[in-house]
Protein backbone atom coordinates (compact mmCIF):
# COMPACT_ATOMS: atom_id res chain seq x y z
CA UNK A 1 0.00 0.00 0.00
CA UNK A 2 0.43 1.95 -1.47
CA UNK A 3 4.07 2.85 0.37
CA UNK A 4 11.33 4.66 2.25
CA UNK A 5 14.98 4.97 2.82
CA UNK A 6 17.17 3.84 6.29
CA UNK A 7 19.24 5.78 8.39
CA UNK A 8 22.48 5.04 6.01
CA UNK A 9 20.75 4.57 2.75
CA UNK A 10 22.49 4.13 -0.40
CA UNK A 11 22.79 7.22 -2.59
CA UNK A 12 20.55 5.40 -5.28
CA UNK A 13 17.51 5.41 -2.79
CA UNK A 14 18.25 8.78 -1.95
CA UNK A 15 18.30 9.86 -5.48
CA UNK A 16 14.64 8.21 -5.83
CA UNK A 17 13.31 11.04 -4.02
CA UNK A 18 15.20 14.15 -5.53
CA UNK A 19 12.62 14.94 -8.06
CA UNK A 20 10.62 15.89 -4.91
CA UNK A 21 12.46 17.47 -2.70
CA UNK A 22 12.00 21.16 -1.87
CA UNK A 23 14.66 23.59 -3.58
CA UNK A 24 14.34 26.24 -0.33
CA UNK A 25 14.34 29.00 -3.44
CA UNK A 26 10.84 29.96 -1.41
CA UNK A 27 9.44 31.02 1.83
CA UNK A 28 6.51 28.86 2.78
CA UNK A 29 3.47 31.44 2.59
CA UNK A 30 0.77 30.56 5.64
CA UNK A 31 -2.63 30.21 4.99
CA UNK A 32 -4.76 29.06 1.97
CA UNK A 33 -6.37 26.14 1.49
CA UNK A 34 -6.08 23.13 -1.50
CA UNK A 35 -8.48 20.73 -2.55
CA UNK A 36 -7.63 16.87 -3.53
CA UNK A 37 -9.68 14.64 -5.56
CA UNK A 38 -9.57 10.63 -5.67
CA UNK A 39 -12.25 8.65 -7.23
CA UNK A 40 -12.39 6.02 -4.75
CA UNK A 41 -14.16 6.87 -1.22
CA UNK A 42 -12.09 6.78 2.02
CA UNK A 43 -12.69 3.66 4.25
CA UNK A 44 -11.15 4.61 7.28
CA UNK A 45 -8.71 7.10 9.26
CA UNK A 46 -7.92 4.76 12.09
CA UNK A 47 -4.11 4.10 12.14
CA UNK A 48 -4.00 1.00 13.01
CA UNK A 49 -6.46 -0.08 10.29
CA UNK A 50 -6.05 2.14 7.02
CA UNK A 51 -3.10 1.20 4.49
CA UNK A 52 -4.08 2.38 0.86
CA UNK A 53 -3.13 4.84 -1.25
CA UNK A 54 -5.76 6.88 -0.36
CA UNK A 55 -6.51 7.26 3.08
CA UNK A 56 -2.19 6.80 3.99
CA UNK A 57 -1.80 10.60 3.30
CA UNK A 58 -4.45 11.32 5.50
CA UNK A 59 -3.91 9.49 8.63
CA UNK A 60 -0.69 10.93 8.62
CA UNK A 61 -1.39 14.23 8.72
CA UNK A 62 -3.76 13.13 11.77
CA UNK A 63 -1.74 11.81 13.60
CA UNK A 64 1.68 12.31 15.66
CA UNK A 65 4.64 9.61 15.50
CA UNK A 66 7.69 8.53 18.01
CA UNK A 67 10.08 9.25 14.59
CA UNK A 68 8.76 10.94 11.58
CA UNK A 69 10.89 11.83 8.27
CA UNK A 70 11.94 15.09 7.04
CA UNK A 71 9.66 16.85 4.53
CA UNK A 72 10.57 15.05 0.91
CA UNK A 73 13.66 13.46 2.23
CA UNK A 74 14.59 9.67 3.72
CA UNK A 75 16.12 11.80 6.82
CA UNK A 76 14.60 10.34 9.66
CA UNK A 77 14.13 12.47 12.90
CA UNK A 78 12.11 12.85 16.30
CA UNK A 79 8.83 13.74 15.99
CA UNK A 80 6.52 13.36 19.15
CA UNK A 81 9.29 12.53 20.69
CA UNK A 82 12.04 15.19 21.95
CA UNK A 83 15.12 12.62 22.14
CA UNK A 84 15.87 8.63 21.90
CA UNK A 85 18.69 6.51 22.90
CA UNK A 86 19.76 3.09 21.91
CA UNK A 87 21.88 0.57 23.43
CA UNK A 88 24.71 -0.51 22.30
CA UNK A 89 23.28 -4.58 22.19
CA UNK A 90 20.52 -2.87 19.92
CA UNK A 91 17.89 -4.36 21.99
CA UNK A 92 16.71 -1.35 24.19
CA UNK A 93 15.16 1.91 23.21
CA UNK A 94 14.77 4.73 25.45
CA UNK A 95 12.40 7.77 24.37
CA UNK A 96 11.46 11.20 25.99
CA UNK A 97 8.46 12.71 24.91
CA UNK A 98 8.61 16.50 23.86
CA UNK A 99 5.57 17.98 26.85
CA UNK A 100 2.59 19.86 26.72
CA UNK A 101 1.57 17.76 23.26
CA UNK A 102 -1.68 17.76 23.39
CA UNK A 103 -4.45 15.49 21.40
CA UNK A 104 -6.92 17.18 19.10
CA UNK A 105 -9.75 16.45 22.16
CA UNK A 106 -7.47 19.09 24.69
CA UNK A 107 -5.65 16.03 26.35
CA UNK A 108 -1.92 15.91 26.85
CA UNK A 109 -0.15 13.22 25.17
CA UNK A 110 1.70 10.52 27.70
CA UNK A 111 3.53 7.65 27.86
CA UNK A 112 0.91 5.36 28.62
CA UNK A 113 -0.39 6.52 25.33
CA UNK A 114 2.33 5.47 23.20
CA UNK A 115 2.49 1.93 24.83
CA UNK A 116 -1.94 1.47 24.03
CA UNK A 117 -1.79 2.67 20.29
CA UNK A 118 1.61 0.23 19.24
CA UNK A 119 -0.40 -2.91 21.12
CA UNK A 120 -3.55 -2.19 19.89
CA UNK A 121 -1.92 -1.78 16.25
CA UNK A 122 -0.77 -5.32 17.35
CA UNK A 123 -3.97 -6.69 18.60
CA UNK A 124 -5.26 -9.61 16.44
CA UNK A 125 -8.80 -8.47 17.76
CA UNK A 126 -7.83 -5.19 15.76
CA UNK A 127 -7.42 -6.85 12.49
CA UNK A 128 -5.01 -4.77 11.53
CA UNK A 129 -2.62 -5.15 8.38
CA UNK A 130 0.25 -3.87 10.42
CA UNK A 131 0.82 -6.05 13.13
CA UNK A 132 3.53 -7.93 11.97
CA UNK A 133 5.93 -4.41 11.97
CA UNK A 134 6.30 -4.75 16.12
CA UNK A 135 7.46 -8.46 15.82
CA UNK A 136 10.74 -7.57 17.41
CA UNK A 137 9.57 -6.28 20.42
CA UNK A 138 9.15 -8.56 23.43
CA UNK A 139 6.01 -10.11 24.52
CA UNK A 140 4.99 -9.93 20.32
CA UNK A 141 4.24 -13.92 20.02
CA UNK A 142 1.87 -13.45 23.39
CA UNK A 143 -0.13 -10.82 22.33
CA UNK A 144 -0.18 -12.02 18.89
CA UNK A 145 -1.28 -15.55 19.92
CA UNK A 146 -3.77 -14.42 21.97
CA UNK A 147 -2.44 -15.09 25.56
CA UNK A 148 -1.97 -11.13 26.91
CA UNK A 149 -3.29 -8.02 25.61
CA UNK A 150 -0.11 -6.31 26.70
CA UNK A 151 3.56 -6.11 25.26
CA UNK A 152 5.86 -6.96 27.90
CA UNK A 153 8.91 -5.19 26.21
CA UNK A 154 6.90 -1.68 26.63
CA UNK A 155 7.43 0.36 29.53
CA UNK A 156 6.31 3.63 31.02
CA UNK A 157 8.60 4.45 34.36
CA UNK A 158 7.31 8.18 33.87
CA UNK A 159 4.41 10.03 32.16
CA UNK A 160 7.47 11.11 29.18
CA UNK A 161 9.33 8.03 28.80
CA UNK A 162 8.66 5.37 26.95
CA UNK A 163 11.33 2.12 26.74
CA UNK A 164 10.82 -0.54 24.32
CA UNK A 165 12.90 -3.96 24.77
CA UNK A 166 13.07 -5.67 21.65
CA UNK A 167 14.07 -9.46 21.87
CA UNK A 168 16.13 -9.29 18.85
CA UNK A 169 18.08 -6.19 17.19
CA UNK A 170 16.02 -4.93 14.42
CA UNK A 171 17.47 -3.10 11.86
CA UNK A 172 14.36 -1.15 10.58
CA UNK A 173 13.22 -0.08 14.52
CA UNK A 174 13.51 3.22 14.13
CA UNK A 175 11.71 3.35 10.79
CA UNK A 176 8.93 1.27 12.31
CA UNK A 177 8.11 3.89 14.83
CA UNK A 178 7.75 6.57 11.80
CA UNK A 179 4.76 4.82 10.17
CA UNK A 180 1.49 5.15 10.44
CA UNK A 181 0.80 2.15 12.34
CA UNK A 182 3.11 3.37 15.35
CA UNK A 183 0.67 6.63 15.41
CA UNK A 184 -0.57 7.68 19.04
CA UNK A 185 -4.12 7.50 19.72
CA UNK A 186 -5.48 8.12 22.53
CA UNK A 187 -7.82 5.26 24.75
CA UNK A 188 -10.69 7.22 25.42
CA UNK A 189 -11.10 8.25 22.01
CA UNK A 190 -11.31 4.75 20.73
CA UNK A 191 -13.58 3.33 23.29
CA UNK A 192 -15.74 6.30 23.12
CA UNK A 193 -16.29 5.57 19.00
CA UNK A 194 -17.22 2.37 19.42
CA UNK A 195 -15.75 0.54 17.03
CA UNK A 196 -16.48 3.50 14.57
CA UNK A 197 -12.95 5.63 15.35
CA UNK A 198 -12.04 5.17 11.61
CA UNK A 199 -14.87 7.84 11.30
CA UNK A 200 -14.20 9.68 14.24
CA UNK A 201 -10.12 10.17 14.59
CA UNK A 202 -8.60 11.78 17.43
CA UNK A 203 -4.96 12.49 17.13
CA UNK A 204 -1.88 15.40 17.78
CA UNK A 205 -1.00 15.97 14.02
CA UNK A 206 -0.85 18.86 11.82
CA UNK A 207 -4.67 18.76 10.95
CA UNK A 208 -8.01 17.85 12.90
CA UNK A 209 -10.81 16.36 10.85
CA UNK A 210 -13.80 18.77 10.80
CA UNK A 211 -16.63 16.96 8.42
CA UNK A 212 -16.55 13.83 6.57
CA UNK A 213 -19.90 13.59 4.75
CA UNK A 214 -19.41 10.26 3.58
CA UNK A 215 -19.45 9.83 -0.58
CA UNK A 216 -18.59 13.38 -1.13
CA UNK A 217 -15.94 14.78 0.25
CA UNK A 218 -13.71 14.95 3.76
CA UNK A 219 -12.36 18.44 4.85
CA UNK A 220 -9.21 19.22 7.25
CA UNK A 221 -8.68 22.07 9.10
CA UNK A 222 -4.69 23.07 10.32
CA UNK A 223 -4.53 22.17 14.23
CA UNK A 224 -3.73 25.37 15.97
CA UNK A 225 -2.17 23.36 19.05
CA UNK A 226 0.51 21.28 16.64
CA UNK A 227 3.86 21.47 18.09
CA UNK A 228 5.75 22.16 14.98
CA UNK A 229 5.90 26.09 14.79
CA UNK A 230 4.25 27.50 11.69
CA UNK A 231 3.16 23.83 10.65
CA UNK A 232 1.43 22.87 8.87
CA UNK A 233 1.04 26.24 6.24
CA UNK A 234 -2.18 25.78 4.49
CA UNK A 235 -5.27 26.57 6.60
CA UNK A 236 -7.20 23.99 5.17
CA UNK A 237 -7.46 20.91 3.02
CA UNK A 238 -10.70 19.76 1.35
CA UNK A 239 -11.01 16.21 0.03
CA UNK A 240 -13.28 14.98 -2.63
CA UNK A 241 -14.45 11.65 -3.68
CA UNK A 242 -15.97 9.88 -5.96
CA UNK A 243 -14.23 12.18 -8.76
CA UNK A 244 -13.29 10.17 -12.15
CA UNK A 245 -9.33 11.06 -12.79
CA UNK A 246 -9.74 12.42 -16.40
CA UNK A 247 -12.69 15.04 -14.80
CA UNK A 248 -10.45 15.77 -12.14
CA UNK A 249 -7.94 16.53 -14.58
CA UNK A 250 -10.09 18.92 -16.25
CA UNK A 251 -10.62 20.79 -13.33
CA UNK A 252 -7.32 21.04 -12.34
CA UNK A 253 -6.71 22.64 -15.56
CA UNK A 254 -9.45 25.16 -14.75
CA UNK A 255 -8.02 25.90 -11.10
CA UNK A 256 -10.99 24.19 -9.30
CA UNK A 257 -8.32 21.26 -7.99
CA UNK A 258 -5.02 21.96 -6.95
CA UNK A 259 -3.97 18.39 -6.64
CA UNK A 260 -5.27 15.37 -8.38
CA UNK A 261 -4.42 12.25 -6.39
CA UNK A 262 -4.89 9.75 -8.90
CA UNK A 263 -2.47 11.48 -10.72
CA UNK A 264 -2.78 12.26 -14.51
CA UNK A 265 -4.58 9.24 -16.48
CA UNK A 266 -2.19 7.33 -19.28
CA UNK A 267 -3.66 8.34 -22.17
CA UNK A 268 -3.84 11.89 -21.27
CA UNK A 269 0.22 11.87 -19.80
CA UNK A 270 2.11 12.62 -22.70
CA UNK A 271 0.17 15.36 -23.67
CA UNK A 272 -0.10 17.52 -20.34
CA UNK A 273 3.79 16.83 -20.38
CA UNK A 274 3.91 18.23 -23.63
CA UNK A 275 2.00 21.38 -23.20
CA UNK A 276 3.20 24.80 -22.57
CA UNK A 277 2.36 24.65 -18.56
CA UNK A 278 3.45 20.86 -18.46
CA UNK A 279 6.42 21.13 -16.40
CA UNK A 280 4.73 23.32 -13.63
CA UNK A 281 2.06 20.61 -13.30
CA UNK A 282 3.86 17.80 -13.33
CA UNK A 283 6.09 16.63 -10.39
CA UNK A 284 7.45 12.77 -11.88
CA UNK A 285 10.55 10.88 -10.17
CA UNK A 286 11.49 7.15 -9.92
CA UNK A 287 9.98 5.47 -6.29
CA UNK A 288 10.21 2.19 -4.59
CA UNK A 289 7.40 0.39 -6.75
CA UNK A 290 6.58 -2.55 -8.03
CA UNK A 291 3.46 -3.49 -9.07
CA UNK A 292 2.54 -7.46 -9.37
CA UNK A 293 -0.26 -10.38 -9.87
CA UNK A 294 -1.08 -12.36 -6.17
CA UNK A 295 -1.45 -16.10 -6.90
CA UNK A 296 -3.43 -17.32 -3.92
CA UNK A 297 -1.78 -19.93 -2.90
CA UNK A 298 -4.35 -21.58 -0.53
CA UNK A 299 -6.85 -21.48 -4.02
CA UNK A 300 -6.73 -23.96 -6.32
CA UNK A 301 -4.98 -24.37 -8.74
CA UNK A 302 -2.94 -21.68 -7.36
CA UNK A 303 -1.77 -24.26 -4.63
CA UNK A 304 0.25 -25.99 -7.53
CA UNK A 305 4.16 -23.89 -7.80
CA UNK A 306 4.05 -25.05 -11.57
CA UNK A 307 0.45 -23.60 -12.29
CA UNK A 308 1.85 -20.25 -10.59
CA UNK A 309 5.50 -20.31 -12.60
CA UNK A 310 3.16 -21.18 -16.02
CA UNK A 311 1.57 -17.90 -14.99
CA UNK A 312 4.47 -16.20 -14.45
CA UNK A 313 5.74 -17.55 -17.69
CA UNK A 314 2.41 -16.01 -19.68
CA UNK A 315 2.31 -12.54 -19.08
CA UNK A 316 3.57 -9.86 -21.47
CA UNK A 317 5.09 -7.33 -19.53
CA UNK A 318 5.89 -5.20 -22.11
CA UNK A 319 2.96 -4.85 -23.59
CA UNK A 320 1.47 -3.13 -19.63
CA UNK A 321 4.64 -0.89 -20.00
CA UNK A 322 2.86 0.62 -23.21
CA UNK A 323 -0.41 1.10 -21.40
CA UNK A 324 1.37 3.28 -19.25
CA UNK A 325 3.10 5.20 -21.76
CA UNK A 326 6.45 4.23 -20.63
CA UNK A 327 6.20 5.23 -17.35
CA UNK A 328 7.06 1.88 -15.98
CA UNK A 329 9.32 -0.82 -16.71
CA UNK A 330 9.18 -4.68 -16.92
CA UNK A 331 9.85 -5.97 -13.13
CA UNK A 332 11.54 -9.48 -12.62
CA UNK A 333 11.19 -9.97 -8.72
CA UNK A 334 9.62 -8.28 -5.85
CA UNK A 335 12.20 -5.93 -5.25
CA UNK A 336 12.16 -2.58 -7.18
CA UNK A 337 15.63 -1.76 -8.89
CA UNK A 338 16.29 1.10 -6.92
CA UNK A 339 16.04 -1.24 -3.22
CA UNK A 340 19.00 -2.19 -2.01
CA UNK A 341 19.26 -5.54 -2.15
CA UNK A 342 18.25 -5.66 -5.27
CA UNK A 343 19.48 -9.10 -7.79
CA UNK A 344 20.37 -7.55 -11.23
CA UNK A 345 22.01 -10.74 -12.16
CA UNK A 346 18.27 -12.14 -11.53
CA UNK A 347 15.97 -12.82 -14.87
CA UNK A 348 13.30 -14.13 -13.72
CA UNK A 349 10.97 -15.92 -15.19
CA UNK A 350 10.52 -15.04 -19.41
CA UNK A 351 7.75 -14.26 -21.46
CA UNK A 352 6.66 -17.97 -22.94
CA UNK A 353 3.96 -18.53 -24.07
CA UNK A 354 4.68 -22.07 -25.52
CA UNK A 355 6.49 -23.34 -22.33
CA UNK A 356 3.64 -22.16 -20.09
CA UNK A 357 1.53 -24.52 -21.65
CA UNK A 358 3.99 -27.20 -20.91
CA UNK A 359 3.99 -26.72 -17.40
CA UNK A 360 0.06 -26.73 -17.57
CA UNK A 361 -0.09 -29.69 -19.13
CA UNK A 362 2.46 -31.02 -16.37
CA UNK A 363 -0.12 -29.70 -13.71
CA UNK A 364 -2.93 -31.50 -14.93
CA UNK A 365 -4.63 -28.32 -16.65
CA UNK A 366 -3.46 -29.43 -20.74
CA UNK A 367 -6.82 -27.37 -21.11
CA UNK A 368 -6.56 -24.56 -18.44
CA UNK A 369 -9.23 -23.68 -16.19
CA UNK A 370 -11.27 -20.72 -15.18
CA UNK A 371 -10.63 -18.63 -12.29
CA UNK A 372 -11.26 -14.92 -11.54
CA UNK A 373 -8.80 -11.43 -11.08
CA UNK A 374 -9.54 -8.97 -9.40
CA UNK A 375 -8.62 -5.20 -10.04
CA UNK A 376 -9.55 -2.01 -9.14
CA UNK A 377 -11.80 0.51 -11.23
CA UNK A 378 -9.39 3.12 -11.82
CA UNK A 379 -8.04 3.89 -15.13
CA UNK A 380 -5.97 2.50 -16.31
CA UNK A 381 -5.87 -0.93 -13.76
CA UNK A 382 -9.29 -2.11 -15.83
CA UNK A 383 -6.84 -2.20 -19.31
CA UNK A 384 -4.24 -3.94 -17.72
CA UNK A 385 -6.35 -6.33 -16.48
CA UNK A 386 -7.94 -6.79 -19.33
CA UNK A 387 -4.40 -7.17 -21.07
CA UNK A 388 -3.61 -9.54 -18.39
CA UNK A 389 -6.76 -11.93 -19.22
CA UNK A 390 -5.99 -11.92 -22.80
CA UNK A 391 -2.13 -13.49 -22.09
CA UNK A 392 -4.13 -15.97 -19.60
CA UNK A 393 -6.43 -16.78 -22.63
CA UNK A 394 -3.62 -17.60 -24.65
CA UNK A 395 -2.71 -20.69 -22.09
CA UNK A 396 -5.93 -21.51 -21.73
CA UNK A 397 -6.91 -20.21 -18.78
CA UNK A 398 -10.39 -18.47 -18.53
CA UNK A 399 -10.28 -15.07 -15.92
CA UNK A 400 -12.86 -13.09 -15.25
CA UNK A 401 -12.54 -9.82 -14.18
CA UNK A 402 -13.77 -8.25 -11.56
CA UNK A 403 -13.06 -4.29 -11.42
CA UNK A 404 -13.87 -2.98 -8.09
CA UNK A 405 -13.54 0.31 -5.57
CA UNK A 406 -10.06 -0.23 -4.62
CA UNK A 407 -11.84 -0.89 -0.49
CA UNK A 408 -13.39 -3.87 -2.15
CA UNK A 409 -10.21 -5.78 -3.72
CA UNK A 410 -8.69 -5.00 -0.56
CA UNK A 411 -11.10 -6.45 1.40
CA UNK A 412 -11.39 -9.68 -0.57
CA UNK A 413 -7.27 -10.27 -1.16
CA UNK A 414 -7.70 -10.14 2.94
CA UNK A 415 -10.13 -12.34 2.98
CA UNK A 416 -8.88 -16.33 3.10
CA UNK A 417 -9.99 -18.14 -0.49
CA UNK A 418 -11.85 -14.83 -1.51
CA UNK A 419 -9.36 -13.63 -4.62
CA UNK A 420 -7.87 -16.52 -6.67
CA UNK A 421 -5.68 -13.49 -8.28
CA UNK A 422 -5.78 -9.99 -7.95
CA UNK A 423 -3.87 -7.14 -9.98
CA UNK A 424 -2.21 -5.04 -7.49
CA UNK A 425 -2.24 -1.51 -10.09
CA UNK A 426 -3.70 1.21 -8.09
CA UNK A 427 -2.30 -0.56 -4.59
CA UNK A 428 0.93 -1.73 -5.54
CA UNK A 429 3.37 -1.99 -3.42
CA UNK A 430 5.66 1.57 -3.01
CA UNK A 431 7.99 1.11 0.23
CA UNK A 432 6.87 2.33 3.90
CA UNK A 433 10.79 2.55 4.48
CA UNK A 434 13.94 2.32 1.77
CA UNK A 435 14.56 -1.44 3.24
CA UNK A 436 14.20 -4.45 1.32
CA UNK A 437 12.33 -6.27 5.03
CA UNK A 438 9.34 -3.74 4.07
CA UNK A 439 8.86 -6.22 0.43
CA UNK A 440 8.31 -8.80 2.46
CA UNK A 441 7.15 -8.71 5.95
CA UNK A 442 3.86 -7.34 5.39
CA UNK A 443 2.87 -8.79 1.42
CA UNK A 444 4.97 -12.04 1.36
CA UNK A 445 5.72 -13.14 5.03
CA UNK A 446 3.43 -15.82 7.42
CA UNK A 447 2.22 -12.48 9.16
CA UNK A 448 0.43 -10.53 6.26
CA UNK A 449 -1.40 -13.85 5.64
CA UNK A 450 -3.82 -13.52 8.23
CA UNK A 451 -7.47 -11.62 8.05
CA UNK A 452 -7.48 -8.17 6.79
CA UNK A 453 -4.08 -8.53 6.25
CA UNK A 454 -1.83 -7.78 2.29
CA UNK A 455 -0.24 -11.00 1.90
CA UNK A 456 -3.07 -11.70 -1.11
CA UNK A 457 -1.21 -14.88 -2.17
CA UNK A 458 -1.83 -16.38 1.51
CA UNK A 459 1.93 -17.30 1.05
CA UNK A 460 3.45 -18.80 4.12
CA UNK A 461 6.97 -19.87 3.96
CA UNK A 462 8.37 -20.75 7.89
CA UNK A 463 11.84 -21.19 6.84
CA UNK A 464 12.34 -17.81 4.28
CA UNK A 465 10.41 -16.08 7.84
CA UNK A 466 13.46 -17.75 9.93
CA UNK A 467 15.67 -16.23 7.26
CA UNK A 468 13.88 -12.66 7.27
CA UNK A 469 14.01 -12.17 11.24
CA UNK A 470 18.24 -13.53 10.68
CA UNK A 471 18.75 -10.66 8.32
CA UNK A 472 16.86 -7.86 10.17
CA UNK A 473 18.86 -9.06 13.31
CA UNK A 474 22.12 -7.82 11.35
CA UNK A 475 21.55 -4.13 12.93
CA UNK A 476 25.19 -3.51 12.74
CA UNK A 477 25.70 -1.11 10.29
CA UNK A 478 29.12 -2.86 9.12
CA UNK A 479 27.40 -5.26 8.36
CA UNK A 480 24.80 -3.29 5.71
CA UNK A 481 26.27 -4.87 2.51
CA UNK A 482 26.31 -8.79 3.68
CA UNK A 483 22.27 -8.01 5.02
CA UNK A 484 21.40 -6.80 1.81
CA UNK A 485 22.42 -10.04 -0.55
CA UNK A 486 20.86 -11.82 2.42
CA UNK A 487 17.26 -9.85 1.73
CA UNK A 488 18.35 -9.98 -1.76
CA UNK A 489 18.73 -13.96 -2.06
CA UNK A 490 15.53 -14.39 -0.15
CA UNK A 491 13.31 -12.53 -2.77
CA UNK A 492 14.40 -14.70 -5.37
CA UNK A 493 14.09 -17.93 -3.60
CA UNK A 494 10.51 -16.48 -3.50
CA UNK A 495 10.44 -16.21 -6.84
CA UNK A 496 10.91 -20.48 -7.65
CA UNK A 497 7.44 -20.60 -5.23
CA UNK A 498 5.77 -17.63 -7.42
CA UNK A 499 3.83 -16.87 -5.06
CA UNK A 500 3.27 -13.38 -7.36
CA UNK A 501 3.94 -12.22 -11.01
CA UNK A 502 6.06 -9.23 -10.54
CA UNK A 503 5.16 -6.90 -13.21
CA UNK A 504 5.98 -3.46 -13.43
CA UNK A 505 8.37 -0.82 -11.79
CA UNK A 506 6.30 2.32 -12.10
CA UNK A 507 6.88 5.55 -11.27
CA UNK A 508 5.37 8.57 -9.30
CA UNK A 509 3.43 11.39 -11.01
CA UNK A 510 1.67 14.10 -9.13
CA UNK A 511 -0.64 16.23 -10.98
CA UNK A 512 -1.39 19.87 -9.46
CA UNK A 513 -2.86 23.41 -10.51
CA UNK A 514 -0.71 26.21 -11.78
CA UNK A 515 -1.68 28.11 -8.56
CA UNK A 516 0.91 25.93 -6.74
CA UNK A 517 3.86 27.15 -8.67
CA UNK A 518 6.78 24.86 -9.27
CA UNK A 519 7.65 21.66 -7.86
CA UNK A 520 9.68 22.65 -5.04
CA UNK A 521 6.80 23.18 -2.65
CA UNK A 522 5.21 19.66 -3.43
CA UNK A 523 6.48 16.72 -0.98
CA UNK A 524 6.18 12.86 -1.28
CA UNK A 525 7.38 11.62 1.71
CA UNK A 526 9.53 8.53 2.27
CA UNK A 527 6.00 6.76 3.40
CA UNK A 528 4.62 7.15 -0.58
CA UNK A 529 2.21 10.20 0.13
CA UNK A 530 1.33 13.47 -0.62
CA UNK A 531 3.26 15.24 2.73
CA UNK A 532 0.15 18.18 3.23
CA UNK A 533 1.59 19.89 6.20
CA UNK A 534 4.76 20.90 4.03
CA UNK A 535 2.49 22.20 1.04
CA UNK A 536 1.70 25.61 0.75
CA UNK A 537 0.10 27.67 -1.96
CA UNK A 538 2.31 30.47 -3.67
CA UNK A 539 1.15 34.01 -2.84
Known amino acids: MFRHWLLGTTTAAVMALSPFVAQAQDTPAQGGDIVVTYKDDITTLDPAIGYDWVNWSLIKSLYSRLMDYEPGTANLKPSLAESFEVAPDGLTYTFKLRKGVKFSNGREVVATDVKYSIERAVNPKTQGPGAGFFGAIKGFEDVTGGKSEGLSGIETPDASTVVFHLSRPDATFLHVLAINFASIVPKEAVEAAAGDFGKKPVGSGPFILKDWTIGQKLEFDRNPDYFVKDVPHVDKVTIEVGQEPLVALLRLQKGEVDIAGDGIPPAKFLEIKNSPEGKQMIVDGEQLHTGYITLNTKVKPFDDVKVRQAVNMAINKERITRILNGRATPANQPLPPLMPGYDKSFTGYAYDVEKAKALLAEAGYPDGFETVLFSTNTDPQPRIAQAIQQDL ?12 AQGNVIAAGGTEGEAPMIWS ?6 ADFPDPSNFYGPILGCAGAVQGGWNWSWYCNKDL ?7 DSMSD ?26 VINERRVVAKSLRMGGADNIYIDPTRVINYDAIYVKP
Open 393 to 404: AAIGVKAEVRAL
Open 425 to 430: GGMAWI
Open 465 to 471: DKRAVEA
Open 477 to 502: PAKAAERQKVWGKIFTDIMADAPWVP
